[in-house]
């Protein structure tokens, strides 16, 4: 077995000058025959791993990676948390309107639930106009 780690910076408060843009999302580059992980660093030292689901959603932790080895997401911030539900980040303006310049479709899998701190998803722009809206923004459950 395979493990790959993939590091993103956090912070509380965000001071980035330059955000990246692409013109479309990046090609299939992961082996999901791989275990895929992202360590979150905080600003304040804390720091916490998720698993990623490479197997129920490729495409997205294709992204994803993508996006964490740009250093996209560096000193973002999570800019909307919901005490007790969840934290919501990957906007490198912060305002939960940035993108990365493209979208792609939503991945859905049975075995994929949010039932159990430490999931995370891509956020996107709802059920009813959510669909093909997923870019760089990602929340992770806290319960």
């Known amino acids: 077995m395979a493990l790959f780690l993939i590091y993103v910076s956090c912070e509380t408060s965000q001071e980035s000058s ?5 013109d479309n999302p990046p090609p299939m580059a992961i082996d999901t025959t791989k275990d895929f992980f992202a360590v979150f660093e905080m600003e304040d030292g804390g720091r916490f791993t998720i698993d990623l689901y490479e197997k129920l ?9 993508f996006l964490a080895n740009e250093n996209y997401y560096n000193g973002t911030t999570f800019h909307r948390v919901i005490d007790g539900f969840m934290a919501q980040g990957g906007d490198p303006s912060g305002t939960g309107s940035g993108s990365p310049g493209y979208y792609f479709e939503n991945e859905f899998h049975l075995d994929a639930r949010h039932d159990a701190a430490g999931v995370l998803s891509m956020a996107n722009k709802g059920l009813v106009d959510g669909k093909g809206t997923n870019g760089s923004q990602f929340f992770i459950t806290f319960s």
């Open 57 to 65: 959603a490729p495409i997205t932790v294709n992204n994803f990676v």
């Open 18 to 22: 330059e955000v990246k843009s692409y």
